[in-house]
């Protein structure tokens, strides 16, 4: 096991910045998941702390240790590849071999690894089996399998559980939480997919650009997102927005939006109360915004919003309902799946004044959570 820390790091192919000045720590022992869509530098980060990639600027320090110039063989660390680049032509047994064959480690000690690796990952009877005879959780099995009898201080993961199909992955998830308890070390995880994130991960950096846009546990970064990315990104099903202008409205404070006004509650009015600015981005979660048709009770702080029905998508036990307000305004909000609503049915839905998130629209960062 390990502390990570990168140091204002950079990585450039040609002029172009993919990893861009990046500072992350990551504590022994730590899960953490490095989110982002397609292109944000992520992968190209894991590949710099596995020595495939080399270091621009910046550095790359492993339990105090500068790694930048260490080739990738001589690093205490493993990787397990989105493809899984386990050798066809070898047996389940050989591929797992493999890694200590070539570090030489004597026949005993590596027997125990192996046969330590087999149990924990439930591959026993398949030792014998070529890749091809076996299924792509298995085979996703045996490539973490490989990596772990190396004892790496750090487990590097790049999406290994894109692959497989959703009923199979969400097997993987609990499996991989399971590994990480059992055994303890390091992990850092690639991913593009937030339900993988929000699972797996003590924390989470979600990166954009190359660059860092917030770094937390999962429940903070889903109720308090730090910029207008990680509010987009973050959360299914996506986060309802609305360009508005903060103002006092028969002395009550909140936003003009599209939507129509929506209150503050005391604590959002308190932390904007000393800021100069007006024009804002509103962010309110379909999850915080609920059917007047099944809460008769509403708090002082929520704000009551008519809609008209256009679309409604089953998810099973709840259904997402896209409205649109008087003003044309697209906005989402669940109900059960035992609420009766159909297209072009008005409705009315309360707005929770304590769930509003409110962004600079210069900067993109938040304002108040």
């Known amino acids: 096991m390990a502390d990570v820390i990168i140091k204002k790091l950079s990585k450039y192919f040609g002029d172009h910045a993919v990893i861009d000045n990046l500072d992350l720590e990551i504590k022994n022992g730590e899960f953490v998941t490095l989110l982002g869509p397609s292109g944000c530098g992520k992968t190209t980060l894991l590949r710099m702390i596995a020595g495939l990639e080399k270091v621009d600027k910046g550095e790359i320090l492993i339990n105090d240790k500068r790694y930048n110039d260490i080739p990738a063989q001589y690093r205490h660390v493993a990787m397990v590849f989105q493809s899984y680049a386990l050798f066809p032509h070898m047996s389940v047994y050989s591929n797992i071999r493999f890694g200590l064959k070539i570090k030489k480690v004597e026949r005993k000690k590596a027997e125990e690894k192996i046969s330590w690796a087999i149990s924990l990952l439930g591959l026993s009877g398949l030792e014998k089996r070529l890749p091809k005879e076996i299924s792509g959780g298995q085979r996703q099995r045996v490539a973490l399998a490989r990596a772990l009898v190396l004892d790496p201080e750090v487990l590097l993961l790049d999406e290994p559980l894109s692959n497989l199909d959703t009923a199979l992955r969400e097997t993987a998830m609990e499996e991989l939480k399971r590994i990480h308890r059992h055994v303890g070390t390091t992990i850092i995880y690639v991913s593009h997919n937030q339900t993988e994130a929000m699972t797996l991960s003590q924390r989470i950096a979600v990166l ?29 099903p996506t986060m309802n927005f609305f360009d508005g202008r903060i103002v006092s409205q028969d002395n009550i404070a909140g936003v003009n939006t599209g939507a129509g006004f929506i209150r503050f509650d005391k604590q959002i009015e308190t932390g904007i109360s000393k800021l100069d600015i007006k024009d804002v981005r ?83 960062n938040v304002l108040s959570n």
């Open 282 to 364: 509103v962010g309110i979660r379909p999850q915080n915004i609920a059917f007047a048709g099944r809460y008769s009770a509403r708090r002082s702080s929520d704000t009551t919003i008519h809609l008209t029905v256009e679309l409604v998508q089953s998810f099973g036990d709840r259904s997402l309902v896209v409205g649109k307000t008087q003003n044309g305004h697209i906005m989402r909000f669940l109900v059960s799946s035992e609420d009766e609503i159909k297209p072009d049915q008005a409705v009315d839905v309360f707005i929770d004044g304590r769930k509003i998130h409110l962004f600079d629209k210069q900067n993109r």
């Open 208 to 236: 954009n650009g190359g660059r860092l846009e917030q770094y937390d546990t999962p429940a903070m970064v889903y109720d308090f997102p730090r910029t207008l990315f990680a509010a987009e990104f973050i959360g299914s």
